[in-house]
């Protein structure tokens, strides 16, 4: 279908909305409570556009396009909207002034909407008594004087993790994102996927390891996550050459569509840890492991499997692979049992 786009006539798919036509176009509408994953709803008003023929105007992410439409993004309407809609929030939200503002790890759309766009008048501070809630949990951190209420992460944890751990709560001014009787994630249905830090647009929902770190020293590294087989992406953010935390990447870029589980997200302590091997041990005569070169480890593994086979015949071995490996290197584990030890027997710990 054909609609007119500021000014402009472009080409829109059936079921598509306005703000899906919008970013194909490369126009910068605004958004803080739309997310590829969940759902439109429509709630924090950003997205708003002009279209013809309509009385008010209508939120983007949820609003159809139809043949023959008449949008404007950037009429003064529009933009006179957006700076009095920006001064509100931040009557609300009040930005901090260091370098270091409340935007660790997912940055701070809301500030950048602000520099993007301006405001209207200086409204007065809204009085929100929002609630801190006693939580021990290790990974995710909430401060909800920095929350602006767009619900994405309740959606997130709903519609995606189907987990419903957390919630709009309270009414008003008060209302803040709760849990069952303000108990900690750890004692709800909460599992700790990091989702709802993925998705939060002010940083609000944030790790609790990068609370004191400033993300704009990390360097991001694109990697895929070996906990299990399915291939996750994921990004290791590397300060001083040491993994400080995992994000993942956009949505509907790669196999996990952004998502991922608690250990991907969470689990990287080993990666530094003191105890961690980092060299190969062979056993020598003494009992002991003593360090040894990669090619003295293979060699000590191929001399010790020749060995068996020799003694014992070919079926005296057995193969396991993992599924934290690929299918690459599993097929190699099987083909080195079959071709090259001449035994059926192995197994790869995803089939038990």
Same mark, same amino acid.
């Given at each position: ?45 950003? $997205? ?12 983007? $992410? ?18 006179? =909207? ?26 701070? *759309? ?5 520099? @993007? ?15 801190? !809630? ?6 995710? =951190?909430?401060?909800?004087?920095? $929350?602006?209420?767009?619900? #994405? ?6 519609? /995606?993790?189907?987990? &419903? ?5 309270? !009414? ?9 009787? @303000? ?15 993925? /998705? ?27 906990? $299990? ?10 300060? @001083?050459?040491?993994?400080?935390? /995992? ?5 509907? +870029? ?5 998502? #991922?589980?608690? *250990?991907?997200?969470?689990? +990287?302590?080993?990666?530094? =840890? ?26 000590? /593994? ?19 692979? &993992? &599924? ?11 083909? #080195?049992? !079959?071709?090259?030890?001449? +035994? ?9």
């Amino acid at each position: 279908m054909k609609l007119t786009l500021n000014g402009r006539q472009v080409e829109a798919r059936d079921g598509e909305t306005l703000l899906d036509v919008t970013r194909r176009e490369g126009l910068n509408v605004p958004t803080l409570c739309a997310e590829d994953r969940v759902d439109p709803m429509g709630s924090c008003r950003m $997205c708003l556009v002009e279209v013809e023929g309509q009385r008010r105007l209508q939120p983007s $992410c949820a609003w159809k396009a139809e043949e023959g439409q008449v949008v404007e993004t950037e009429s003064d309407r529009v933009k006179k =909207h957006r700076q009095l809609l920006l001064s509100m929030y931040l009557a609300d939200h009040e930005l901090d002034d260091d370098d270091l503002p409340r935007e660790r790890g997912t940055g701070n *759309k809301l500030r950048q909407h602000v520099l @993007d766009h301006g405001t209207g008048p200086k409204l007065p501070a809204v009085e929100a008594p929002r609630l801190y !809630r006693d939580d021990a949990n290790p990974y995710v =951190h909430f401060e909800p004087e920095a $929350c602006v209420l767009c619900n #994405l992460c309740v959606r997130y944890c709903d519609e /995606v993790e189907a987990v &419903s751990a957390i919630t709009l709560a309270g !009414r008003g001014a008060a209302t803040t994102i709760a849990t069952v009787e @303000d108990k900690g994630l750890l004692d709800t249905t909460c599992e700790l996927c990091g989702g709802c830090i993925d /998705v939060c647009p002010t940083g609000a929902m944030t790790e609790k390891a990068s609370l004191l770190s400033d993300f704009r020293t990390e360097t991001a590294v694109r990697s895929t996550c070996n906990f $299990c087989g399915v291939g996750c992406q994921l990004n290791l953010h590397v300060r @001083d050459d040491k993994v400080v935390r /995992v994000t993942s990447p956009e949505p509907g +870029t790669t196999v996990n569509d952004g998502n #991922l589980c608690v *250990k991907g997200r969470f689990a +990287t302590e080993f990666i530094n =840890h003191e105890d961690r091997l980092t060299t190969p041990l062979i056993r020598g005569a003494d009992g002991q492991l003593h360090e040894a070169t990669w090619d003295e480890a293979l060699d000590a /593994v191929a001399k010790g499997l020749n060995g068996i086979r020799d003694r014992h015949g070919s079926d005296a071995l057995g193969f396991i692979s &993992s &599924s934290r490996c690929t299918g690459e290197e599993n097929y190699l584990v099987q083909k #080195l049992s !079959r071709a090259a030890f001449g +035994t059926n027997n192995c197994h790869q710990c995803a089939a038990t």
